[in-house]
Nanobody, 119 residues
Framework: QVQVAESGGGLAQAGGSLRLSCTAS????????MGWYRQAPGKQRELVAA???????NYAESLKDRVTISRDIPKDTVYLQMNSLKPEDTAVYYC?????????????WGSGTQVTVSS
């Protein structure tokens, strides 16, 4: 099983930046992909960015100019750099690890980290 834990959320001003971290409980090269998702009040959870085991990245079209996903393999950590923050970025940000158990894709979710952007 895999566990993930997020950190780095908090309060930021519009136009500022934040970097979120997600550390996995095992070697991230054994995890098929890892992603960052967010859920704003009253809205569905949505993908922000993801990175595969190979290092391929995928971004939400509306956010790709302001966010960057990266990883530190020796630290088993994935980062989400968010720039030019907007109040509408306020949400709980979740890290997820997608991996296979006996050919079944399984997802481990973190407990989330709150990001609040003030205008």
């Amino acid at each position: 099983q895999v566990q993930v834990a997020e950190s780095g959320g908090g309060l930021a001003q519009a136009g500022g930046s934040l970097r979120l971290s997600c550390t996995a409980s095992r070697n991230i090269l054994t995890i098929d992909s890892m992603g960052w998702y967010r859920q704003a009040p009253g809205k569905q959870r949505e993908l922000v960015a993801a990175i595969t085991r190979r290092g391929d990245t995928n971004y939400a079209e509306s956010l790709k100019d302001r966010v960057t996903i990266s990883r530190d393999i020796p630290k088993d950590t994935v980062y989400l750099q968010m720039n030019s923050l907007k109040p509408e970025d306020t949400a709980v940000y979740y890290c997820a690890a997608h991996y296979y158990i006996d050919y079944s894709l399984t997802t481990a979710w973190g407990s989330g980290t709150q990001v609040t952007v003030s205008s």
